[in-house]
């Protein structure tokens, strides 16, 4: 029976996560650091050998009791028998097994990790200035928000921020950015910004070519740069003058 060896002169592995998956009737687990698996699906841990403790894939890892092949091609077609393939589809997919101690203590640390990415990422819109992670959690309680922890933090936040609107007032940061455009399109840039949500700040002339400069929703950065230079075929330029428009002469809301 194959097993995780370590050197002798080393202690059996203690530190180890355990993620599960069921497939086709068969259980299936790999051993991985802990820590490490929300790191890897939330995109931060990119090297795999810093998650997985052994690129083997197990029935019972506790047990040191290995996945048969015929089991392995039979449950997973697409990956033909390739032991790190299928371990990267029980990362991403399986359910990491922890007691319920420390489900408690990840998803309380999730829960504030999305608190700290509204604060980062929102303001109060009558002021310009961003709330306190203390008053974000308060309101994702009040709110109801649950975490999801096979969820990443950052997708989880920006799906509460809708949820906070109806007992916070609160916003997206704007985003500044300048277009500067020949004059002779610039009507034409014009009537395709009037169908977004945009705040026109300033426009000036020089010579042949109009600057503008425009606050909008982060979100909305990447269809607007492919509606101006689509709109102009190329002759305009977008360019980001502040990823967050916040007032910083101020501290926080208290």
């Not at 002779?184 to 000036?204: P, Q």
């Not at 400069?213 to 980001?240: F, S």
């Amino acid at each position: 029976m194959s097993r995780i060896k370590t050197p002798t002169n080393q202690k059996v592995l203690t530190n180890v996560a355990v993620v599960r998956m069921k497939r086709g009737g068969k259980r299936f687990e790999i051993a991985c650091y802990k820590n490490k698996v929300l790191s890897w699906r939330e995109g931060v841990e990119k090297d795999l050998d810093e998650v997985l403790q052994s690129h083997t894939v197990f029935n019972n890892v506790s047990k040191g009791e290995v996945a048969k092949k015929a089991d392995l091609i039979k449950c997973f077609e697409d990956s033909k028998g390739d032991q790190t393939e299928i371990c990267k589809i029980i990362l991403s997919k399986g359910d990491l097994q922890v007691s319920d101690k420390e489900r408690q203590a990840q998803m309380e640390a999730q829960f504030r990790d999305m608190a700290t990415i509204i604060s980062d990422k929102c303001v109060n819109p009558e002021t310009k200035r961003p709330y306190p992670v203390s008053m974000i959690e308060k309101a994702m309680k009040e709110c109801h928000i649950a975490v999801k922890p096979n969820k990443n933090s950052k997708q989880q936040a920006l799906e509460a921020i809708g949820k906070i609107k109806e007992t916070l007032p609160i916003e997206r940061a704007q985003m500044r950015i300048k277009i500067a455009t020949p004059v002779k399109l610039l009507n034409k840039v014009k009537k395709a910004l009037r169908k977004l949500e945009v705040t026109e700040e300033k426009e000036e002339a020089v010579d042949e070519e109009v600057t503008l400069v425009i606050l909008l929703d982060p979100g909305q950065y990447r269809n607007i740069e492919e509606i101006v230079k689509g709109e102009t075929q190329g002759a305009a330029t977008v360019e980001v003058l502040n990823l967050k428009e916040v007032r910083d002469d101020e501290e926080k809301l208290k």
